[in-house]
């Protein structure tokens, strides 16, 4: 039986290696289209797995993992939360690669930042349990989508923001008036700049969403103690089991 689960996720595997080299390389090459058309169709098969099926079934199924459990059960809409977030504005953006408005492109981005952390974060977390994401992919595969969705999250980040949005040419005109939206001087601004000022913008986005969270009776920590009071897992406080 052993085998045969391990016959099962050895496919899984390597569609998750494909998804993550694609992922890379489309970045290197610095065309997001270059692909096949097997190549396009499975990475937005990729996209819906990962960053939509993967996650509701993980959050539908968090707790079945007996004594472990990924996230405290208590504190666990934080999670789902931060997740529909970073995943909306992921498919946001893939809607609005070509749009001009600077507002929509910072918002989308800053959520899909937060993603990239969240993913970051999860992952990490996750980590003692890839083996059986592995062996039994039916029964635990969301165990490496945060992996996974780190890298096409980090994807559509990249592309969404490799070019200026917004024709050079009208900036001259507006300079001329003595004012420039400070959403088109963000725009402008190369990607190193663009991701610091991401970064701040994040952390009021969080911090938004910690008080949302918190008016509805959640802690002010809740997302902290989601990954802390688990059990069982990377983040896990030791030698603790929350109920």
């Given amino acids: 039986m052993f085998f045969l689960l391990l016959l099962i996720g050895i496919p899984y595997v390597i569609y998750i290696l494909y998804v993550i080299i694609t992922a890379i390389r489309t970045m290197l090459r610095n065309d997001k289209n270059k692909l096949s058309v097997y190549g396009i169709a499975s990475m937005l098969i990729a996209d819906v797995i990962f ?52 507002l929509l492109r910072i918002l989308f981005s800053v ?11 999860t992952t ?3 980590m003692n ?8 992919p039916f029964e635990g595969f969301e165990l ?14 990249y592309f969404y923001n490799k070019t200026e949005s917004i024709s050079a040419e009208l900036l001259p005109y507006r300079e001329m008036l003595g004012f420039i939206p400070l959403p088109l001087k963000i725009i402008q601004l190369s990607m190193p700049k663009r991701i610091v000022v991401y970064s701040g913008l994040l952390v009021i986005a969080i ?3 910690v008080a949302f969270l918190y008016a509805f009776g959640q802690d002010a920590d809740s997302i902290v103690k989601a990954f802390r009071e688990s059990s069982g897992f990377i983040f896990s406080k030791p030698y603790s089991f929350y109920p």
């Fill in 124 to 126: 990490i977390h996750f």
């Fill in 129 to 136: 349990y890839f083996v059986l994401g592995i062996i039994f």
């Fill in 207 to 209: 911090a938004l969403q």
């Fill in 144 to 157: 490496l989508c945060p992996l996974v969705a780190f890298f096409l999250l980090i994807r559509e980040f």
């Fill in 111 to 121: 959520g899909m930042l937060q993603g990239i952390l969240l993913c970051f974060i």
């Fill in 51 to 102: 960053t939509v099926i993967a996650p509701a079934i993980g959050f539908c199924r968090f707790d079945a993992y007996g004594p472990n459990m990924p996230f405290a059960r208590h504190h666990v809409i934080s999670i789902i939360l931060l997740v529909m977030a970073s995943s909306l504005s992921f498919w946001c953006a893939r809607l609005t690669a070509e749009t001009r408005m600077p």
